[in-house]
């Protein structure tokens, strides 16, 4: 049976789509884990613990095998990524800098707001 372009090309489209979900899974499961390690029960939360654990494992090395598999589509996914971060950062210190130029001569804007 011959694969026409389109399929291989979908495949590794899946396989990188199916790495950012891994990604998104271990971000959940460390956080469920920090969040029940940081109530304090440890002991009454043993299982849920190894279960987060072991899931983390496995998102971990699935996701780390499908960079092998795809290691350029995958690089182009972190670039994105660290793209998306300086963006936000940007936008952030933009709103940053105008809630201090707006507070810069308060009773000035008191005056403006009697009138």
Known sequence: ??????ISETRAH????????????????????????????IKDHSNMLV?????????RELGNSMVKEFPSKCGAGKI??????????????DKASKKTVKNKHPAKARKKRRS
Not at 16 to 36: D, M, P, Q, R, T
Not at 83 to 92: A, G, L
């Open 51 to 59: 279960l987060f654990s072991k899931g983390i494992t496995i998102a």
């Open 14 to 41: 899946i396989f990188v789509a199916g790495h950012e979900i891994l990604k998104a899974a271990e971000g959940v499961l460390n956080y469920c884990k920090s969040y029940v390690e940081s109530t304090g029960n």
């Open 80 to 93: 994105f990524n660290y793209f998306c971060e300086i963006v936000e950062n940007e936008i952030r210190q």
């Open 1 to 6: 049976m011959n694969e026409c372009p389109d």
